[in-house]
Every structure is written in structure tokens, then in C-alpha cells.
């Protein structure tokens, strides 16, 4: 679980920006937020859900970016003599043009541990990774990597007390953290690796992003009958007309493929559309029900099709537990679909695990009092000079609990809203 997330000089955030998901002292909405233990450590008040709110193109989009670029650099590090892909620095400021990018997150990892993970990067140098842990409810240091400007290829990193203090190598452009993911087994540091690629970052306006996840989930929801029969449920309950979603895996003698046709490419093509996909409707003769009949979900509505891939990717993470970040979430769904989904992680019946939602969104309906705290509702905004802006309404002084955020946000009490000039023509 997610306790905080900072990131300076990526994109549009310039100085350092701050998502916290930290619940604050207030009672309101219990059932947004529970107590996480912490080994040997007071618990800490952590919120279910973040719901960012901004206009076009203030950068509310760059903090979900910079998480997943963090998971790009874990899960596919640069080999020798390559660029790091994942830098991509404010441009606006000609120092900070070739300065490092810094990602810093504070979670919950093995054993109900706080962990500190910090990476600072420029587009061909790890300068420093941090990875520090409290074990007792004090902080100790699994290694601290602090690179010099020796031009040297290769970074020889000493471990802290706890792991010996033995020696690791990796290259200058690659973080040392993936090496104990396969290379080198550890019982705490492959744990905090399993964990950070556990999050996941989808953006919702991505068609091929939803593919990608669609293949994922439809896997998964045939291997679990329970959670496909919970997916039926919320299908059914929604409102759209269909009774559930049929899943159905194909044999590779289902496909009809010419002698000639290359065998990589039928393995692709096997391997994509193994499961085929289809709506239950009900079939009516003269006004009577008399069976029902599958349509395939590409031929239902883009909303639809959203509302599978991403209903179904909730329950998963709701059962596997951790973070899920999603961009747009609003995409192409009806604003009480989007609500119906945001309830589903603040009910303990549906989200026992306290998995955690962050997102973007345009949906004010959202932004209800009676629906998300002060603390869950966050702001992205640029400055004249093009750099984008973190705060919460938790910020604002005389705003209560019982205050509708909407209508004062709508009037532009918190900022955060497009200043739209209507064209002379």
C-alpha cells in the first residue's frame, strides 16, 4: 500500500509534488480509510481512495506517468551504453533541461514494514537509489547508492548492516533493485521488488492499453469463477441490457491458419485471441423471453467494453490487494457507473484488503461530500511558467466535511478549472 509519492522534474511537475495518502485526524467516512499496522510502530490511517481533479493539459496525468515510468525502469532496465527511456524532464527551464528526475515513494511492504524507495536519474546515470526500511519502528538502510561523476560504467554499491554489507555491482544506467527479482533471491529485497511491480498504472483513453489489460483480465476471471460471477453481478446490475459475460477458450484447432503461414505468428495470434468474449442478451419473441443469445464484445459499445476491462481489474485488485492507478477513469462510462465503481473499493464487503484506487478524472459528480473526504480529493494546476502544482482540499481553510465540494469547485473556490475565452469569430 501506497503512503505517499513524491516526484520533481518530470514533465510539466518542476519542484517536488506531493500525493499523500495519508488519512488526516478527522472521522468522517470511515469506511474511506483503515488502520494499517506497522511493525513494531504505531499504525498509520491510510485513504482507500485519491480522485485528482484539473483541466486539460495541467498535468494531473504526470503523476500517474512518473509511477508508471518507475515500474518501467523495474521491470525493463536499460542495457549497456543505452539512454534511460524513462527520463523526460521539465523542458520549460533550460537548467533543468539535463537536471535529474527524482521518484520517491513510501509504501507498505513484507510483513506490515514501512519501506522508502528513492531513485534520482538523468537520461544516461543512476545518481542515487535509496532503499530503506523500519523493521523495529526505526529506519535502517538496506543500501544507499550515491553515484560520483567518474564516468565509470559500472557502480559498485555496499549493502548495509543488515545484508552483510556485501558488494553488488550493476551498470550506471540501470537500478540495482531488479537484480533481486531473478538474479540474486532475497527475502526482503525480492519482496520489495514483487511489490513495486505489483502496481499498476492503465490509462483508460489508451485503446491499447485496454487490449493489453483486457487479454489480462479475461485470463484471469476464467481461472477464478467467483470473481467472474461478481463481474455478472455488477454487469447485471448496471443496467446495460446484459446478463453476463460469457468467456470461452478457444483450442489451437479452432483456428484455420494456410500451410504457409509462419508458426511465430501463429503462435501470436493463438496466444491474443485465445478467449473469446461475448455479452449474454436476452432473445424476445412477439414481447415474450424465449432464450438468450451472445453477442462478442467488440461489437458491443465502446462503454461497455470499458466497464469489463476496468470492473474487472478492480475486483482483481481488490483480491490481489496493492494499488491500482487509472487515468480518466470517467472514460467513456456514465457518471454513475464511475461512481458505482469508486464505492466498490470504499465498502469493506467488496474491498476487504484495503486495496488502494488512484485517479484522474473530469467527473464532479465524484466530488461529493457524501462520498469521498476532504483528504481524498486532490488538485493539479499550472503556473504561468508552465509547471504543475499538487494540493488536496484538505488544504484550503474553511472548508468542512459537509461543504459541497462541487458547486465550489464549480465556482472556482479551489482553482484547478480551465479560464475558457469563447473564440471571436
Known sequence: MIIEFKVSNFRSIREEVVLSMVAEPSKSKEMNFWEQPLSNSDPVRLLKIAAIYGPNAAGKSNLLRAMYNLGRMLGYPSRAGEDILEYDPF????????????????????????????????????????????????????????????GESISTIRMGNDFKNRKVKVLVNQLLLPKFGDDEPDEILSSVYVSLRKILVVNACSDLTLRVVQRWVTSSLNANKELHARLDEIIRGVDIRINGIQIVEQNEEDYHFPKEFPEEE?????????????GLHNVYKNGNLIGTDS?????ESHGTNTLFIL???????????GTLFVDELDASLH???????????????????????????????LMD?????????????????GETDFYSLQDFEGVRETTPFDKWYSAGKFGAKPNIKSPAF
Open 295 to 299: 453477442l462478442p464484445l467488440d461489437k
Open 369 to 385: 461530500s457524501g462520498l469521498l473526504r476532504k483528504d481524498q480529493i486532490w488538485f493539479a494546476d499550472k503556473n504561468e511558467l
Open 266 to 278: 501463429k503462435s501470436r495470434i493463438v496466444r491474443e485471441f485465445r478467449f473469446q468474449v461475448s
Open 311 to 321: 470492473a474487472g481489474l478492480i475486483l482483481l485488485k481488490m483480491k490481489d490487494g
Open 91 to 150: 523542458l520549460f527551464d533550460p537548467e533543468t533541461r539535463t537536471a535529474p528526475t527524482t521518484f520517491d515513494l513510501t509504501f507498505i511492504g513484507l510483513d506490515n514494514i514501512k519501506f522508502r524507495y528513492k531513485v534520482k536519474f538523468d537520461a544516461t546515470v543512476i545518481w542515487e537509489e535509496l532503499l530503506e526500511y523500519y523493521p523495529q519502528g526505526s529506519k535502517r538502510t538496506c543500501y544507499h547508492r550515491i553515484q560520483d561523476e567518474n
Open 335 to 365: 457518471p454513475d457507473l464511475t461512481r458505482m465503481l469508486v464505492q466498490l473499493y470504499q465498502d469493506e464487503n467488496t474491498n476487504p484488503g484495503n486495496a488502494q484506487l488512484i485517479f484522474t478524472t473530469h467527473d464532479t459528480n
